[in-house]
């Protein structure tokens, strides 16, 4: 579970203050899709960021499965982002010529692919292909089995369907549904309406700058 209590953050450029989240409260059940939605440069990002402890908000709290991070030193916050967090980037960056079970043992320190991590989101038959070769939907489920070697408690995803077609992008869908009725705590932060498809709780983000 993640417990985000009216945490803000704002960028000084020197000349200009930026409000990228005004203060917001919101938690990530387990076993639950949390849908952070509202329009581009509302703010998605940067509380996914806190969310996942890549970032600190400029106030509020971060709980994660009931500890405060707030103030944990970079070390302790890393410590259990690696623990705890899998975190699906914007634009994931495979290795295009690497096969899908190479570019997820890179994800780990193990040498040799686990083939069952691929099984799990239904790509087990695609384990030697090169990430080149894979569709958008494939890519991105490489991606997200990426994320789970690194942590697996909570799932965290940047527009995951923002590059693929219907097809691809419901079948990442169920695939998040999945991985949450599982038990995981999993955050789409998205404005593709199709999350809320199966998302279970939703918060929509206003843009601050206006
Ligand atoms: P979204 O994910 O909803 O598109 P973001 O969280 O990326 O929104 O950005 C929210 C606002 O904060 C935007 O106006 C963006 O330009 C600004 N912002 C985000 N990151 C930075 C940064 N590192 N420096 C300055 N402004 C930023």
Redesign the pocket.
Known sequence: MIELHDVSRS?D?GSRR?T??PAVSVTARDGAVLWLA??????????LGIAGLLLRPDSGSVRLGGTDFTRASDAQRTAARRRLIGFVPQQPRLFRDLTAAQNVALATARAVPDPSALSLVGLAHRADSKVKTLSGGEQQRVAITRALQTGSAALLADEPTSALDDDNARSVLALFRRLADDGRCVVI?SHDPRVGEIADDELT?E?A?R
């Not at 509202?38 to 509380?47: D, E, F, M, Q, R």
């Open positions: 960028y450029d930026t990228a989240l509202g329009a581009s440069g509302s703010g998605k990002s940067t509380l932060a983000l843009a700058n």
